[in-house]
């Protein structure tokens, strides 16, 4: 792992229209290496924004997002793209598996997308060997589920397919917007250690956002959104 | 991110969604199934007309207009406005370069058959579809006074076997009520089909033709017994047209021009393929209209899978913003959606061609045998491959709308679908 930060944010403002509110205003925000933080903050506080600003789906209007060392906020739309494939890991509040892949070859997705996470496989003997491994590690027999269409699978199952496809290919940063919202208490802890284990396991940062603060103790370190937001919207 | 299989995703996202797959390929089948089909009928009446006659350098009659005369005299369609006489006819027949002359004198019926007067020169010459001649399924040429030679479609519908006797009718309606059964023919000659006229017509010669009007037009024929009428000159007087066939056909307009300013009678002579492209600039526009209407059929195929497309897109945006978080470029959301269009028409094309061809194959013969009409290749050629090429291509230029607005939605959504 490489020692430069996870996350680097420096002076991030970011609103969805050209005129519209800005949703997010953040002086300084960093996440090391390997580091798993836990991000608190109300329904409409920003969090998805800015998970999508990390990811580089979209730019920020103004300032700087280092990603990994690389400066996505810099990068084309081609080439943030291209870092979110090979280096990074998401997962959402629900429904994260494409409907018509079974499980398995939704796990397998990212190494069939970038080169860099299939050479990444390579160690474990090849993707599906690696996807298999993920599957169980996370309590999910691929013997039993490989082949299960989503459809097929409990909320839990499903959310454990999600981290499993996450994890696949060593990416260095994990980020997660509410993964265990939809969850029972007991399923949302037991999901919670095994994420939590896998991304030490790989070597994996991990930004972790909720409202649920009852969440914040398995992790390096807390912080809450309002505190680091100068904007006020939806809150 | 060369490699993001779009593809295979298009692919395994429409299977996914096979109900109204399937239903959407069926239309684009359908619609590709009857406009192939209209194409072939449409080609192959083409060509069956244009094959109507050819081998003869003129047909002459008396003077109307060209289509109509053709039409009289070789479609059977309608009637002559007059008739020629026999001295004519003869002078015409005589004239230097004329190679040869069928006479065709029109009027009778049998059971809504035109029977066509005329003698054995007429299975000598007359020629169709390139230099195809007239063949006898069964028996042989005209002979005795009442005998009859019957077209294809003749026998078959009447189910007219040789040496069967048929008695033919005053008048070309369907019912007549004057028949002139004192003479009922014999049948000794049965054609093979070929697609024309031909195979709608029943061939008597001129003297028997004069023989049963010799007591009035109308009568029941005549009663004199078969060794008087043997014994008498039946030579016609008048006849309704005649084919002509020229030694070298470049004198086809020389002659031509002197016929159509004979003086002691009004005639006119017309070349058949003149004639008959004139004609089918008439009956083109049925063609045409046909072909017009299925290739809008086949536009709402297309506009079936557009509908279809669009109407999945915003229970797929969850699909979209998932491929972007697994790295996927707006414009590969794009490709998606056109491949998708793009796949079900060319599904739907192949397998429309396919029953095109697979119904071509079962039918051709039937078709060919029955009717004599030819309705081309058998087998797919570079003209269906071009159109499933031409069907994809337009759905996949149509799949750029909903392609438009998920690429849209994708950049607007970013990580999070409020649905
Ligand atoms: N795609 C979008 N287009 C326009 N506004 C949006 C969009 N997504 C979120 N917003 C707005 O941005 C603000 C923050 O939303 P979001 O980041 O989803 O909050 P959270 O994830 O913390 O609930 C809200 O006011 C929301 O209405
Ligand atoms: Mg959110």
Redesign the interface.
């Known amino acids: 792992m490489s020692a430069e930060p996870a996350i680097y944010l420096d002076g991030v403002r970011f609103s969805?229209a050209r005129k519209g509110p800005v949703v997010l205003d953040m002086d300084r925000f960093e996440v090391a290496a390997g580091e798993k933080v836990f991000l608190k903050g109300a329904s409409g506080s920003g969090k998805?924004?800015l998970?999508?600003l990390i990811?580089g789906?979209?730019a920020p209007t103004a300032g700087r997002i280092d990603v990994l060392g690389r400066p996505m906020s810099k990068l084309s739309?081609?080439r943030r793209?291209?870092l979110?494939?090979?280096r990074l890991g998401?997962i959402?509040q629900m429904?994260?598996?494409?409907?018509?892949?079974p499980a398995g070859a939704n796990v397998m997705?990212?190494a069939?997308?970038?080169?860099r996470r299939n050479e990444a496989c390579k160690v474990a003997g090849g993707a599906e060997a690696e996807a298999r491994r993920l599957m169980s590690r996370l309590q999910l027999d691929p013997k039993q589920y490989w082949s299960s269409p989503p459809t097929e699978l409990s909320v839990g199952q499903q959310q454990r397919v999600a981290a499993a496809r996450a994890l696949i290919g060593r990416p260095g940063l994990v980020l997660a917007?509410e993964p265990t919202s939809a969850l029972d208490a007991d399923a949302r802890d037991a999901f919670l250690s095994l994420l939590i284990e896998e991304c030490a396991a790989s070597g994996a940062a991990l930004l972790f956002v909720s409202h649920d603060g009852s969440l914040a103790s398995k992790f390096d370190r807390a912080v809450d959104l309002s505190e680091l937001n100068a904007a006020r919207v939806g809150t | 991110?060369n490699?993001?299989?779009i593809l295979s995703?298009a692919w395994?996202?429409i299977?996914?969604r096979r109900g109204t797959a399937l239903l959407t390929i069926l239309t684009v089948a359908i619609a590709m199934t009857l406009f192939l089909g209209v194409e072939k009928v449409r080609h192959g009446a083409r060509a069956s007309f244009e094959n109507t006659i050819s081998g003869t350098d003129l047909i002459v009659g008396a003077r109307s207009s060209p289509v109509n005369l053709l039409l009289y005299a070789i479609f059977h369609i309608g009637d002559a406005t007059n008739n020629i006489t026999w001295e004519t006819y003869q002078q015409v027949a005589g004239a230097p370069g004329v190679a040869w002359t069928v006479p065709i004198s029109l009027g009778d019926s049998h059971a809504g058959f035109r029977v066509v007067g005329t003698d054995n020169r007429y299975f000598e010459h007359y020629r169709y579809a390139g230099r195809r001649q007239l063949e006898f399924a069964a028996g042989r040429p005209l002979d005795d006074l009442f005998d009859t030679v019957i077209g294809a479609s003749v026998a078959r519908e009447l189910g007219y076997l040789l040496d069967q006797e048929i008695v033919v009718a005053h008048g070309t309606g369907r019912v007549s009520f004057v028949e002139h059964d004192n003479n009922p023919f014999r049948i000794v000659g049965i054609l093979q089909p070929t697609g024309t006229p031909v195979d709608r017509s029943v061939f008597v010669s001129l003297e028997a033709i004069e023989a049963i009007h010799m007591e009035g037009p109308t009568g029941a024929g005549t009663s004199l017994s078969m060794d008087e009428l043997r014994a008498m000159d039946l030579s016609p007087d008048q006849i309704t047209a005649f084919l002509v066939g020229l030694e070298t056909p470049v004198a086809a307009l020389r002659l031509q021009r002197q016929i159509n300013t004979y003086r002691v009678e009004p005639l006119q002579a017309i070349i058949p393929g003149v004639a008959l492209s004139q004609l089918w600039g008439v009956v083109g526009v049925a063609e045409r209209t046909l072909a017009a209407v299925a290739a809008f059929v086949v536009l709402m195929g297309l506009i079936c899978i557009l509908t279809a497309i669009l109407t999945s897109l915003n229970e797929r945006r969850?699909?979209m913003?998932?491929?972007?978080?697994?790295?996927?470029?707006?414009r590969h959301i794009f490709v998606l959606l056109v491949s998708e269009s793009a796949l079900l028409a060319l599904a739907g094309a192949i397998i429309g061609t396919g029953l095109t061809y697979a119904a071509l194959t079962l039918g051709a013969p039937v078709l060919e045998q029955r009717y004599g009409v030819h309705l081309g290749d058998t087998l797919p050629g570079l003209y269906d491959l071009a159109l499933i090429g031409v069907v994809t291509g337009a759905s996949a230029v149509l799949g750029f709308i909903p392609a438009w607005a998920a690429f849209r939605n994708s950049l607007?959504d970013?990580?999070?679908i409020r649905t």
């Open positions: 969805y998805s924004t998970l999508g990811a789906i979209m739309g081609g793209d291209s979110r494939a090979e998401v959402f429904f994260n598996l494409l409907p018509y892949l997705l990212p069939r997308f970038s080169p917007d | 991110m490699r993001f299989p995703l395994r996202s299977a996914n969850r699909e913003a998932i491929l972007r978080a697994l790295g996927a470029r707006p607007a970013g990580m999070t």
